[in-house]
């Protein structure tokens, strides 16, 4: 290489240095006011998601339940969450508060939190048509032995449910490295690192005024509206065992 050809590659190999040093810095840059733009801790206050279908076209789920359903039990979620922040930040700011009240708090924020966050899950995973795409029942297939080994357990799994309270879940647990079915008894006990593929509301407020004690019936109800799109994005994200 003479003296002209190394003065070019060093000058080359320069550029490309403060050329990649700029877009980590632009990167790094990004990411930070990325986070300063995130929710704070303290402050946030959370909005209510509309239905993302129309209410009056489900299948065996009046419009009068999927709206009470949304508006009492979602909405009474969501501003029961709100007022649980707020009073945290007062108890936090009040040094005469005792630390088992403030966990009382911490306990509902809990509570409101799986509530809201569990009901926006559902209704996304509503206003289908029920029928499950090949691609998605191979996918469960793996997990399960057969799609229809799957749906028997999750049926089973919102059958003992049936008459008190509580959520069918599955799950992809990334530790685990397993896709499978959970049972909750509340909004609370969701499996560790368990990201959400399927939820199924089975407290007596999402079925009792179109069936009675019918759980059943609200179950064959359930199926016949997933949205197997949220379901397949969900799942997209899953990397195969």
Not at 146 to 155: G, I, K, L
Not at 203 to 223: L, P, R, T
């Amino acid at each position: 290489m003479n003296a002209k050809s190394r003065r070019d590659f060093l000058h080359v190999g320069a550029a490309a240095t403060v050329a990649a040093s700029t877009m980590l810095s632009t990167q790094s840059q990004a990411e930070e006011k990325k986070m300063s733009q995130s929710n704070k801790a303290f402050e946030y206050q959370h909005t209510a998601k509309p239905l993302p279908f129309e209410a009056k076209n489900l299948k065996g789920l009046s419009e009068r339940l999927i709206q009470s359903h949304w508006e009492n039990n979602y909405g009474g979620a969501v501003k029961a969450l709100n007022t649980v922040r707020g009073r945290l930040t007062q108890a936090l700011g009040d040094t005469n508060t005792p630390p088992y009240v403030y966990n009382g708090l911490k306990r509902e924020q809990l509570i409101r939190t799986g509530s809201v966050v569990l009901h926006e899950l559902y209704f996304a995973n509503l206003g289908g048509s029920g029928a499950a795409p090949a691609g998605i029942r191979s996918r469960i297939g793996e997990s399960f032995g057969s799609f229809d080994a799957w749906e028997s357990e999750f049926r089973k799994i919102g059958a003992g449910l049936g008459g008190g309270s509580g959520w069918v879940m599955l799950a992809h647990n990334p530790r685990l490295n397993v896709l499978e079915n959970h049972w909750m008894a509340d909004h609370s006990t969701a499996p560790a690192e368990g990201a959400p593929v399927l939820v199924m509301d089975m407290y007596e407020h999402s079925y009792q005024m179109d069936y009675g004690a019918a759980a059943a019936k609200y179950i064959d109800a359930f199926f016949a509206n997933i949205q197997w799109d949220t379901v397949e994005g969900r799942l997209r994200g899953i990397k195969p065992g």
